[in-house]
Each structure stands twice: as structure tokens, then as C-alpha cells.
């Protein structure tokens, strides 16, 4: 294949470096908040556009902005005094031969059902001031048609991830989703939805730092601050026990203050009501999480267009390859690095960069990771579909 390397790595695995970083901000987390809008508009617009043009249409909606409000807040409740403005920025496809297409208005109604699925306490009047601020783009009907069959990069750019987890890694995410789940929701009501987890491991032991806001409304007082805290610590640290063997300590909320009164109370569930500011890229990478210890891009995929934009679409298949060659081959660990070049087929990366961390000789391992990246990229349309479809996450 043209532009294949396939190199050892000439280091240890993950799991045999001293210090391991590891991050997840959770879905109500303001920077995972405009992930989560901006992906949403760009998979309402590109079904809207299939369903008018047979095709996804040019757009990128990776712009939004999430500005955060004021509220007063105390134990039992408290009054919004400036709402959360969400701006929705990026560029689209508003017009074809002259017929208008509803790209605010899709844009508007796609994000608001993201929040509305993922923050419970929120009310979309009180709460929310939407602004789309989305740029205008017109196409010729006749353009569409065009080359149709080949896709080619949008941008000079490229994906990078790994395979497999590490267990710390594991362990982070698996955490973040086991505190959002309704199992734990309906034990822990008062949590909301703005959770954010830090593991740093050194060793064989591993610290969780959780930062989980509290709703106001119901946590009547100090005490029962400190009673949902203390069990939540407890809660995290029986699960962590399953997921791992190694010693793991539960640190929450660790800025509060309970002699001066100083504890994390929200009225919606995310620190966005009160002035936390969240833009999209700035959060979870495209296997949702934060990894200074590994290979990652600091691409901003969320919003951007699943058919050519290779900042996506690269990441997402680097990752579906690195974790294909982790299965089918006796490899401890594999990365993916893949650039395209702007105006080229997508099918045709500038570079593939293979590199394993593998005991021996890697000659073996050529053949598969050869075999695997070339399937994966004549078929590179199936990333655009799971995209699209929702089957996957790329924050």
C-alpha cells in the first residue's frame, strides 16, 4: 500500500509506564455539551440533505459555543438570573439552485433534543437563549452530481488513536458511565449530569478524582450534602474494586469547603448555569477520552462533515483500525496515525503510519495490519454510516 509504514514501537506497553494521566468529562460537562450540539446539527442536516438530494451536502457545524449563565443557589433550590446562551456556528449548505433549505431551523431543533435527552433538571424556556449563527452556502443541483463517487479530503489533516485500552482507561470510562446510568441515578438522585473524572495512576495504584454537581432542589442541607458525597465515594470505590485489582482511591468534590459552606450545588446538573463556558474540542477525544500519555490529535471532530472531512473521518478510522489489528494479532498495543492531503480520494491517505508494540520480530503482524487498513479504507463509507446513525460517539 502507498505511504504504509508498519514500525516497532521500541517502548514498553502503557500498562508498564510509571505514570498513567487519564480524563472523561461526562455529558453534562459544558465542553462534552457542545460536542454533543454540534455532532447532533450535523447529523440532522446530513440526513435532512439525503432525504431532499440523495447526499450528504457541504457543511461543518463545529463552531458551537456554550456561554454560561448566572444563577443563585443554595441548599433546596434557587432562581436563574441569566439563562445559558447557546451559539451554533460553523458553515452549511442553506441553499441549492435557488431553493432555500431549513438549516436554522433543523440546527435549532436537533440541538435542543440533544439537551433535553441528556440534562433532566433543565427547562428549555428558562434556562437556554439558542442563537444560530450558522454561515450561508449555496450549491448548483447540477454540481451535486458531479464526481459523486469519489470523495475526496476537505482539508489537509490527520486521525490518530490506539488499541486497546488501557485498564485505567477502561476504568474512567467505565466509571463516567456507570454514575450517569438510571441505576445510579435512581440511587443518587441529587447527582447531576456534569461529571467529570481525572485517574492518575502511579504504579499499581490508582487515584479518581470525581467532580459530580449536586441539584440544589434536592439537597436540603449540609448534611445531606455530605451523606450523598460520602456514599457516592463509597459507591464509585465498590465498583472500581470489580473493574480493577489495583488499590484505587475516590477523591469527590475536592474544592468544597463544608466549614465556610463551600460545596458544588447547581439547579440544572452542569456547571453551565453558572458561568463554565464550554466550546467544542476543547474535551474528550474521539474515543471518548483525554490521553496525554498516548498518541492522540487535538482535531476537533464533533459538528464536522462525515462524509470528506478527514478530522473525523480519520479519527474515527484510525481507531476502528488500530482496534482491528489489536484483535487479529498478537500485538500489545498498536497505533494509527493516517493524513490526507486536501482535494484527494479519501481511500488514498497521504501517510498510514502503523506503529506496535509487540515482543520480536513484527514481520508477522505486516501482513494483517497491511490487510486490515486496506479493507477498512475500501470501505471507508461504512465510518460515514455509523456516524450518522448514532452508533457511535466521537467525544
Known sequence: ??????????????????????????????D???????????????????????RILHHNTDQVEVIGGKVNVDFGGGEVVEPIHIILSGRAT??????????????????????????????????????????????????????????????????????????TEELVLNTDRYINSERFKKRFPELGEDVKIMADRHGNRINLTVAGALVARKVPNLDHYISIKENVIKEVEDF?????????????????????????????????????????????????????????????????????????VYNVLANFIAKDISKKTDVEEVSVKLLSQIGKPITEPKVVDIEVVKPGNISDVRYEAEKITSDWLDNIGKVTEEIIQGNLYVY
Open 94 to 167: 442553506t441553499e441549492v439552485s435557488g431553493n432555500e433549505l431549513p438549516v436554522h431551523e433543523t440546527a435549532i431543533k436537533a440541538a435542543k433534543s440533544f439537551v433535553k435527552e441528556k440534562l433532566k433538571e433543565v427547562s428549555m424556556e428558562k434556562n437556554f437563549v439558542w442563537d444560530s449563527r450558522i454561515g450561508h452556502g449555496s450549491v448548483d443541483l447540477m454540481s451535486l452530481y458531479e464526481d459523486e463517487e469519489v470523495v475526496k479530503a476537505n482539508d489537509t489533516s490527520f486521525g490518530v488513536s490506539y488499541a486497546p485500552f488501557s485498564e
Open 1 to 30: 500500500m502507498k505511504g504504509l509504514t508498519i514500525t516497532d514501537a521500541n517502548r514498553g506497553p502503557i500498562e508498564d509506564q510509571k505514570i498513567e494521566l487519564v480524563e472523561r468529562k461526562g455529558y453534562g460537562h459544558p
Open 240 to 312: 472500581a474494586s470489580k473493574e480493577t485489582e489495583r488499590e484505587v482511591d475516590v477523591y469527590m468534590n475536592t474544592a468544597d469547603d463544608h466549614e465556610k459552606g463551600i460545596v458544588y450545588l447547581t439547579l440544572t446538573g452542569t456547571s453551565a448555569e453558572a458561568g463554565d463556558d464550554g466550546s467544542v474540542g476543547r474535551g474528550n477525544r474521539t474515543n471518548g477520552i483525554i490521553t496525554p500519555c498516548r498518541p492522540m490529535s487535538l482535531e476537533a471532530p464533533a459538528g464536522k462533515n462525515p462524509l470528506a472531512h478527514v478530522g473525523k
Open 32 to 54: 462534552t455539551l457542545a460536542d454533543g450540539i454540534a455532532e447532533s446539527i450535523s447529523k440532522s442536516l446530513s440526513r435532512m440533505y439525503r432525504e431532499k438530494y440523495g
